[in-house]
């Protein structure tokens, strides 16, 4: 297939050079109608913000340029079909559970899911059986899934209807994707993976099995985190023995009817150039990663994990292009290194929890920033490293799930201050973000190891969402 | 045939100069590379489009970022040198003959090679065998240094481009790691002038003085930069820019067109608004 088209990009610009004159919406009319908005993103981003129309096609019912560009993409990644999504990789994820489970159905997925996962239970009203991934002690940071793990899961829940992969985490650890999909499929079970990590799997050489390559059922692939696409568009990507007509069904019932092409045209040009130009822009990606790797480990104290940590089976594998480094050695939890980067030294990475940071380099990076980079981490161990001695590790904490998502999320509830909620139903969810990742989930039982949990990440700076009470004082706990 | 180089100094306002010659013109890793020989300033160094030294007026800039520290401590025997690529600070360092070690780091190589092809006077201080040039990345070279030079100085260029990674917190902290007990560190540090770098100089004054416990600042005049009116910073663990070692420093017996000592006394005496801008 040629790669090298971009049907939306291609049927903007057509529609850009024939100054039609427009009676539809948007009401600011190509810009004119928003003059200030217009100087601040420009004419040209404006002329191409438009409705969908006929030599455009519809996202809702594709059958013309954003068909093509499907296609396109299908071919890009391996997959029976691809689907351009333009609210997030959220609604990927959450297209992929609806579309193969109801309310009651039985969902196996690991705890440290992006909370996406869990919302859509919410929604759907499907029943989570976690696994529990084990923990790397030394880094805090919780690994993939293991085989044995997924086939303990699945033998105690026979009816489970499929199971949710996470791949690669958030730092870059991977499962045994392979394996794991088939022992699912042995069991009549369909494979979701969220991939939102893991875009430059299906372009880069030498990268971790992607989902479509190990014959998974669907995949969300976040173009937007990796793929140098726009923030929110994506990717929702279906395997062999999945009908892709329902699973069209399954997005419309939530996705906006005015897809927007600015999103669309990214995801079109992104994919083109990452069919065309993948190999050395992840070659790129992984040497700087490895440069900046090696030199922060020579800082001492930090450290920035790579393969070395692999086992084979609960870390199955690595990714090379992340860029992930533990913090408690030098005395600092991940989010207070994360915090003086940002205030100090005007420098944004994606992450900070309690004992990791994440920076996420890209082959838009150049030595210059990686340089920076190392030089302000050596700084802040200058100034601020201490002994490690009273910093909390980060453990897995095993949830109780004692009443399902959806049914204590509508439940009646109680507001209770979160230092008395121990032994209670939670009512809604908790979570440092990012990573996006709950500490507790609705239907969980609040103990005091996560209400500790929690008062310590906001005591050392974490942004902590979900709650009603936004200065997370008070939870919402199920009425009993 | 009118030829003129013209730079904008901010918006609105252009410089020009009369060309008589294009000498150069290249492209390194890291930016664009042009001399021009010209009618009033001599040979004249242009990096992405920016006026960097003239023949004319080089010696204002380069005796000012050497002799200034050089009279506050004329014991200094250890320098590292950061960017200096066409070699002017370089030849006036190399008049010491109490130096005995200037590490030069500058991350482009094709400028030194250019500089010392076209600009074999100005150069001419590489030769010295006290002189080692690195070609790499300041800040990547510093941060391995601990306890060891007795002045940094940072001739650099803007803070947007190559130069950009000399203007940071994270630069300046190693620095002052990389300095022994009497370090100084002197770096361009501006124009005051005009609105789009007033951010730059405040900003770069503030991030030297949460480092070190000395910060100052000193001025020239140099007729080819923006506004004509330059600043360069002077911060150090232990020496005021005004603590002059006169006896010793007239020792050496250099001779100078732009420095003196009543110049360097004058030179930290900054404009009101200067002084507003930095309070």
Known sequence: MN????????????????????????????????????????????????????????????????????????????????????????????????????????????????????????????????????????LGISLGISVDSLEKAIKENPDAKAVFINNPTYYGICSDLLSLTTLVHNHNMKVLVDEAHGTHFYFGENMPITAMAAKADLSAVSMHKTGGSLTQSSFLLCGENIDESYIRQIINLTQTTSGSYLLMSSLDIARKNLALHGKDIFKKTIDLTEYARHEINKLGGYIAFSEEICDGVNAFAFDKTKLSIHTRQIGLAGIEVYDTLRDEYDIQIEFGDIGNILAIISSGDRLLEIERLVASLSEIKRHYGKSPKGLMSQEYIEPQVVMSPKKSFYSEKLVLPLSESAGKIAGEFVMCYPPGIPIIAPGEIITNEIIDYILYAKEKGCLITGPQDMDIENIRIVKE | MDLWFCENHCDGVKFQIKIDQHLYSGESDFQKIDIFQTEEFGKILILDGLLMLTEKDEFIYHEMITHIPMAVNPFVKKILVIGAGDGGTVKRLVQYDTIEEIDVVEIDKLVVEKCIEYFPDLTSG????????????????????????????????????????????????????????????????????????????????????????????????????????????????KFNGTDINEAEWLKHDIKCKYYNIDLHKGAFALPTYVKEMIK
């Open chain 1, 3 to 138: 790669q090298e088209r971009m049907p939306i990009y291609e049927a903007l610009l057509n529609h850009r050079n024939n100054r039609i004159v427009h009676f539809d919406v948007p009401s600011h009319k190509g810009g004119r109608g928003n003059p200030e908005l217009t100087r601040f993103l420009g004419a040209d981003c404006m002329r191409v913000d438009v409705n969908s129309m006929k030599p455009l096609d519809n996202l809702c019912h594709p059958t013309s340029v954003i068909r093509e560009a499907e296609i396109l993409a299908a071919d890009a990644f391996g997959a029976k079909n691809a689907f351009l999504m333009v609210n997030g990789t959220t609604s990927a994820v959450q297209a992929m559970i609806m579309s193969v489970c109801k309310s009651g159905d039985k969902i196996i997925l690991p705890r440290n899911v992006h909370r996406s996962a869990i919302n859509a239970l919410v929604v759907c009203g499907a029943i989570p059986v976690y696994i529990n991934p084990l923990t790397n002690k030394d």
């Open chain 2, 126 to 237: 590489f030769d010295d065998k006290r002189v080692s040039i690195k070609f790499e990345d300041g800040l990547k070279f510093v941060r391995k240094k601990s306890n060891y030079y007795d002045l940094i100085i940072v001739d650099s260029t803007d803070p947007f481009g190559p130069g950009e990674g000399l203007f940071t917190k994270e630069f300046y902290g190693n620095c002052y790691k990389a300095l022994n007990e009497n370090g100084i560190l002197v770096n361009q540090h501006e124009s005051p002038f005009y609105n789009e770098y007033k951010d730059i100089v405040k900003k770069t004054h503030q991030k030297l003085a949460l480092t070190f416990p000395i910060s100052e600042l000193y001025q020239a005049h140099i007729p080819t930069y923006p506004s004509g009116h330059w600043l360069f910073g002077f911060a150090s663990k």
